[in-house]
């Protein structure tokens, strides 16, 4: 995610502070948290594909679904 929009972020989260959100800010709000929230997740997709459980007798299991 670039990081405008994570700069974005933060100043809607200020601005919140100090006076509520318009209709507008709140669904930018919603919608580029949403976009961080997915990039957070694609970036441990990466990670986890490319883990793997190992147990005390040796054995190595790749991380499902399941596991996680």
């Known amino acids: ?3 405008s929009k994570i700069d974005r972020i933060n100043e809607l989260a ?3 502070k100090e006076r509520a959100l318009t209709d507008a800010e709140l669904e930018e709000q919603k919608k580029l948290r949403a976009e ?3 990039s957070y997740r694609r970036n441990l997709r990466g ?3 490319n883990t793997v459980i190992q147990y005390p007798d040796g054995t190595r299991k790749p991380v ?3 596991n996680r």
Do not use: A, G, R, V
Request: charged residues 35%; hydrophobic residues 35%.
């Open 64 to 66: 499902t679904k399941k």
């Open 14 to 16: 200020h601005l919140s």
């Open 1 to 3: 995610m670039e990081q």
């Open 47 to 49: 990670i986890l594909d």
């Open 36 to 38: 961080y929230i997915e």
